[in-house]
Nanobody, 125 residues
Framework: QVQLVESGGGSVRPGGSLRLSCAASGFDLYDYAVGWFRQAPGKEREGVSCIHASGSSTEYADSVKGRFTISRDNAKNTVSLQMNSLKPEDAGIYYC??????????????????WGQGAQVTISS
């Protein structure tokens, strides 16, 4: 069964950190670009970060640059998102997604073939 599963969500105070993981099963992430997206209540899904299949290139939304870091471990078939200095506006459901391409990665949610079920991130003092 092909699936992506996010883990590591939770509730933290502003300024805190969380590390999200995205684990693939049923397929090999090696040939896939992976993106992280989030959706807050009443808002559209937005791209947070993405990483090239090789790991050689990454992109970040301006709102998270310098605070979030995306990485991948193809041997473990996982992609992680380290989130530091979290702000209330970072709250939402975080999704990882995979697109089979070795040429680019995108923070737009179009073209991604596989999506996880989402992980809740709550920022509250």
């Amino acid at each position: 069964q092909v699936q992506l599963v996010e883990s590591g969500g939770g509730s933290v105070r502003p300024g805190g950190s969380l590390r999200l993981s995205c684990a693939a099963s049923g397929f090999d992430l090696y040939d896939y670009a992976v993106g992280w997206f989030r959706q807050a209540p009443g808002k559209e899904r937005e791209g947070v970060s993405c990483i090239h299949a090789s790991g050689s290139s990454t992109e970040y939304a301006d709102s998270v640059k310098g605070r979030f870091t995306i990485s991948r471990d193809n041997a473990k078939n996982t992609v992680s998102l380290q989130m530091n200095s979290l702000k209330p506006e970072d709250a939402g459901i975080y999704y990882c997604a995979a697109e089979r391409t070795r040429f680019y990665c995108s923070t737009y949610p179009f073209g991604y073939e596989h999506w996880g079920q989402g992980a809740q991130v709550t920022i509250s003092s």
